[in-house]
T-cell receptor
Framework: DAKTTQPPSMDCAEGRAANLPCNHSTISGNEYVYWYRQIHSQGPQYIIHGLKNNETNEMASLIITEDRKSSTLILPHATLRDTAVYYCIVRVVGIQGAQKLVFGQGTRLTINP | DGGITQSPKYLFRKEGQNVTLSCEQNLNHDAMYWYRQDPGQGLRLIYYSQIVNDFQKGDIAEGYSVSREKKESFPLTVTSAQKNPTAFYLC????????????FGPGTRLTVL
């Protein structure tokens, strides 16, 4: 399984862009990068995913390096409600085609007023 | 509203008792998953099901059992054989095999006394 490495914690000022890095140097060519976040005692919330190209949706942008060994999640205008643990995950296709998400310990992002 | 429901939110049981956690989805998703989360840790896969009447063990299936008799429902039983059952349990579903996003329920926090 491809593994991901994230900083354990980060701080960001409210209204600024939050840039969360992730290393996935052993990712293989057909594995997607997914980002989820989890607010305390709630289920993880899907944010965005990508394979090679940069992606953007209403929540965030995902920048993937050309060699695909790392990526950055960007929250363009962070608010206090963005305080959460952010997980960078490489989707792994397991036996019989079923997908398996391998969760690490994530980055605890704190947005400060 | 479409989504995944888990009930109850909090569950207490005495040691040695089996307990069944409910997971229902009305998203018409084929695949469903059960994860376990311990304090300060990421999620670990217990069981998954790609289609009705079929399921496979995940990484930590010992002491757990599941059934998938209906597309909408994927209950998880925590048996007395599970040595450390106290945890936060999360159910997820996805459209099916392939590059489909997993969506999570709100979770059930099980405490065994």
């Amino acid at each position: 399984d491809a593994k991901t490495t994230q900083p354990p914690s980060m701080d960001c000022a409210e209204g600024r862009a939050a840039n969360l890095p992730c290393n996935h140097s052993t990712i293989s060519g057909n594995e997607y990068v997914y980002w989820y976040r989890q607010i305390h005692s709630q289920g993880p919330q899907y944010i965005i995913h990508g394979l090679k190209n940069n992606e953007t949706n209403e929540m965030a942008s995902l920048i993937i390096t050309e060699d695909r060994k790392s990526s950055t999640l960007i929250l363009p205008h962070a608010t206090l409600r963005d305080t959460a643990v952010y997980y960078c995950i490489v989707r792994v296709v397991g036996i019989q085609g079923a997908q398996k998400l391998v969760f690490g310990q994530g980055t605890r992002l704190t947005i400060n007023p | 509203d479409g989504g995944i429901t888990q009930s109850p939110k909090y569950l207490f049981r005495k040691e040695g008792q089996n307990v069944t956690l409910s997971c229902e989805q009305n998203l018409n998703h084929d695949a469903m998953y059960w994860y376990r989360q311990d304090p300060g840790q990421g999620l670990r896969l217990i069981y998954y099901s790609q289609i009705v009447n079929d399921f496979q063990k995940g990484d930590i299936a010992e002491g757990y059992s599941v059934s998938r008799e209906k597309k909408e429902s994927f209950p998880l039983t925590v048996t007395s054989a599970q040595k450390n059952p106290t945890a936060f349990y999360l159910c997820a579903s996805s459209l099916g095999q392939g590059a489909y996003t997993q969506y999570f329920g709100p979770g059930t926090r099980l405490t065994v006394l």
